[in-house]
């Protein structure tokens, strides 16, 4: 196998191999079902309550707060609907021109069932207009859901300042915080959010593994229908094993938090400050102060990023032109478009994101390769070599 050097983690992580570890004996020995009255099953279920207080440890809720679900997604869609279900006579929903699809494209398609969108702007840096936000709320407002980061350019929003407003005004809070948990610090005793979304192979726990948040007290209705599962707010078999990872994942993220993240954002920073001055017309997409430590996404103008992709590829370097969700359509990321960054810019946006697996070897390898990419792009490309005549 080539080398390979993966800073595509916003997309998935590489499960750590403790994580995998705990996981293994509840695909083969441990294989009860944990809703029966044995004591074969209740072993699984032992582990499940302990998996559940490593979550709710993370971001400092209580373990009843928190149901298991299959993804990010299907958290989301949960918050979403819950709200309209539980305040049927409002149709209005306020979120943001940057979400992930998982919010976006539900919002879209509630758009065409008769509920009313109000979707919030960002400056060219990715920052929101939180006073717009507010100035749309309505006695209509079911709920607003804002992402506590980026999946694009890891811009954080100001969620505690948000969620208190909202807060004072009754309104239902829910924030997409898939790409932030696990990498800055999230505590729900002090931010008042009603729900919260996370999935498990952002945070190197395995795919098919989501949580949704519940704050006490918050009117709920379930999205999965079914048996009495997660106290009957989640039908469906339990997935024993990755949950039992997805705990054990949000136990390591919690041990090794500090230490990651000055390591990854060292070489996060190194990583653009180098390609910034060694590769003209290139620039960071996103406020540098209020961002992830884990993400640089970086234009390079009158480039396209499918073509730098590739190139990077042959080099057995993995990152991404955008949201993997999206890869697939020619238009420009729509994260970056909300932000006015030009056409020219906006299809040669490269998106690195890092992890804690990532070493200083590999950001130079990274760094030595990109300039002569962009360079031997930019003699093919017509619009380059008109803007430097």
């Not at 006015?340 to 697996?357: D, E, M, N, Q």
Request: hydrophobic fraction near 35%.
């Amino acid at each position: 196998m080539k080398q390979l050097i993966y800073v595509d983690n916003n997309a998935t992580t590489k499960v750590d191999g403790e994580v995998l570890d705990a996981m293994l004996p509840y695909f083969s020995d441990y294989y009860g079902n944990p809703s029966s009255m044995h004591s074969f099953g209740g072993e699984t279920g032992y582990k499940i309550a302990e998996a559940r207080a490593n979550v709710a440890a993370l971001i400092n809720a209580s373990p009843d707060e928190i149901i298991f679900t299959s993804c990010g997604t299907e958290s989301d869609n949960t918050a979403i609907k819950a709200a309209l279900r539980t305040h049927p006579g409002k149709k209005h929903i306020i979120t943001t021109r940057v979400e992930h699809p998982a919010i976006k494209s539900l919002c879209e398609d509630l758009s065409r069932n008769g509920h009313r969108i109000t979707y919030v702007p960002v400056d060219n840096e990715g920052l929101l207009d939180i006073d717009y936000l507010y100035d749309h709320i309505t006695d209509d407002t079911a709920i607003v859901s804002v992402m506590w980061a980026n999946n694009e350019t890891g811009v954080i929003f100001p969620i505690e300042e948000i969620a208190g407003e909202l807060s004072e005004r009754g309104i239902v809070f829910h924030t997409d915080a898939v790409q932030a948990a696990g990498k800055i610090p999230i505590d729900v005793q002090k931010i008042q959010i009603d729900m919260l979304s996370m999935s498990g192979h952002k945070i190197h726990a395995p795919k098919g593994i989501g949580v949704i948040y519940i704050r006490k007290g918050t009117r709920f209705s379930p999205f999965l229908i079914g048996g009495h599962q997660e106290t009957g707010r989640r039908g469906g078999t339990e997935n024993v094993a990755t949950i039992i990872g997805m705990g054990k994942a949000c136990e390591l993220a919690m041990e090794n938090f500090e230490n990651e993240k000055i390591k990854i954002k060292r070489l996060r920073d190194m990583l653009e400050s180098e390609i910034l001055k060694t590769v003209p017309s290139s620039m960071i997409n996103g406020n540098r102060e209020n961002r992830l430590p884990t993400t640089t996404n970086i234009s390079f103008e009158f480039v396209e990023g499918e073509a730098i992709l590739l190139m990077l590829n042959e080099h057995g370097i993995c990152a991404s032109s955008g949201s993997a969700c999206t890869t697939g359509s020619l238009e420009p990321s729509h994260v970056l478009r909300a932000m006015g960054v030009p056409y020219t810019a906006a299809h040669g946006s490269i998106r690195f994101s890092l992890s804690k697996y990532n070493t200083e070897k590999e950001i130079k390898y990274i760094i030595e390769k990109v300039p002569p990419i962009i360079k031997r792009l930019r003699e093919l490309s017509p619009f380059w070599n008109e803007s430097i005549k």
